[in-house]
């Protein structure tokens, strides 16, 4: 029996072209939002931005 991550990863692969491209921006806008919200939480506790990057 194929666990579920394997059937979810075969599962992106299957579709359109239209899909699979507006999947990968999806993913790629959370992951900078993600990023985002990180340094937030960093300035809110004191952290300066020059030593973010």
Known sequence: M???E???????HQ???FRLQNRLF???D???RS????HDVL????FK????V
């Open 43 to 46: 300035i809110g506790q004191g």
């Open 2 to 4: 194929q666990s579920r």
């Open 6 to 12: 394997k059937r979810e990863y075969r599962g992106l």
């Open 49 to 52: 931005l020059d030593s973010l």
């Open 26 to 28: 999806q993913v790629k």
């Open 35 to 38: 990023k985002l919200e990180f």
């Open 30 to 32: 959370a992951l900078e």
């Open 15 to 17: 579709g359109t072209p």
